[in-house]
């Protein structure tokens, strides 16, 4: 009952939320889709969106997994804890899907941050469908009040659109996403194209075709090369704070990568799903297509087109040190 008041409760505030008396842009209503595992761009990622929503930017709605490894769950969870909202819900994909682990040989970050520190649920198959969290979400929610920031597989995306009518909504999975949803950001392919398949796409490249055809409402996509020469981390790793996973993740993978920094992805789909795209970015409009088999993708330039890729306009450097603040910032008490 606790949960199911809580998630009132937060649903309640996105139907109510309006400018502020300074006439501010309303803040980011944000469900965040990640596959917080093999990668700890993730985590960085997670510490900007928890710095957003503390300057008042992003209210965080649900925290959900694409990836089934059982620490991905709890990492979420972690973070979640870490900057004081333990009660945020989380969702982990059922059925099929991908279950990938760190590649760091020695100490893996997400078996430390999962010793270390407090969670709620025991394993990532213990949480609720993903599904099912979307759903009841989005059936509560004010219609076109919500982003989904996809920083993983699509999986769940498929599976959501794919849903039918339930307990929740008499809507279909598409029908719902089309009434409630105003924008998908995903971090996903490599533009104007990519042969080989970026990781994100070609870990599930089949719901990534069904989701690029099938999505309803607009798809911002913030490919491959577009954090790939954004190296952030290291003063991330060096903070005078103890008892930060966002430090121990950075300080530990860093040690086995590159101590310079990592590549940062996530960050700029996170950083763009909750600022826009302006100053940073300018975006291409047209028609994401996806090789289902090999994952490769390709682009078809249309200026009425519901997909956008961002293209770059700020030097990397500058952006490189904006997401660094994010990852920095601490806690705020509640």
């Not at 089934?68 to 989380?90: Q, S, T």
């Not at 998908?184 to 870990?203: D, H, R, T, Y």
């Not at 490919?223 to 190296?231: H, M, N, R, S, V």
Request: net charge negative; aromatic share 8%.
């Amino acid at each position: 009952m606790k949960g199911i008041l809580l998630l009132l409760i937060s649903v309640l505030f996105i139907s109510c939320q309006a400018t502020n008396q300074n006439n501010e842009v309303a803040r980011v209503n944000l469900i965040l889709d990640t596959d917080i595992g093999p990668d700890y761009d993730d985590v960085g990622a997670m510490a900007v969106m928890h710095a957003l929503a503390d300057s008042g930017e992003a209210n965080i709605i649900a925290t959900i997994s694409s990836n089934m490894d059982e620490h991905a769950v709890p990492c979420i969870e972690v973070i979640n804890n870490y900057f004081n909202r333990p009660d945020i819900p989380v969702g982990a994909t059922k059925g099929s899907g991908v279950s990938l682990t760190t590649w760091h040989k020695e100490q893996k970050w997400p078996v430390v941050l999962t010793e270390k520190y407090k969670y709620a649920t025991d394993k990532t198959s213990d949480a609720p469908d993903a599904v099912a969290v979307y759903r009841k979400i989005l059936s509560l929610a004010a219609d076109n009040s919500l982003t989904i920031c996809s920083i993983g597989f699509m999986t769940n995306l498929r599976n959501l659109l794919e849903s039918g009518a339930d307990q929740y909504s008499n809507l279909s999975g598409q029908e719902l996403v089309a009434k409630k949803v105003n924008l998908l950001v995903s971090m996903a392919g490599e533009f104007p194209q990519s042969k080989k398949g970026e990781f994100n796409i070609k870990q599930d490249a089949v719901s990534a075709s069904y989701v690029a055809e099938h999505w309803p409402t607009e798809i911002l996509l913030s490919g491959f090369e577009i954090g790939k020469d954004i190296l952030t981390g290291k003063p991330t790793s060096e903070m005078p704070v103890s008892n930060s996973p966002i430090k121990e993740t950075y300080k530990l993978s860093l040690a086995q990568d590159n101590p310079y920094g990592r590549n940062s992805w996530d960050q700029t789909a996170v950083l763009v799903a909750i600022k826009g795209y302006e100053p940073y970015y300018t975006a291409l409009r047209g028609t994401l297509i996806v090789d289902q088999t090999t994952g490769a993708n390709s682009w078809i330039q249309n200026d009425q087109g519901r997909h956008a890729y961002l293209v770059k306009k700020m030097p990397d450097e500058q952006i490189a040190l904006l997401i660094e603040k994010y990852m920095m910032h601490q806690p705020v008490k509640k």
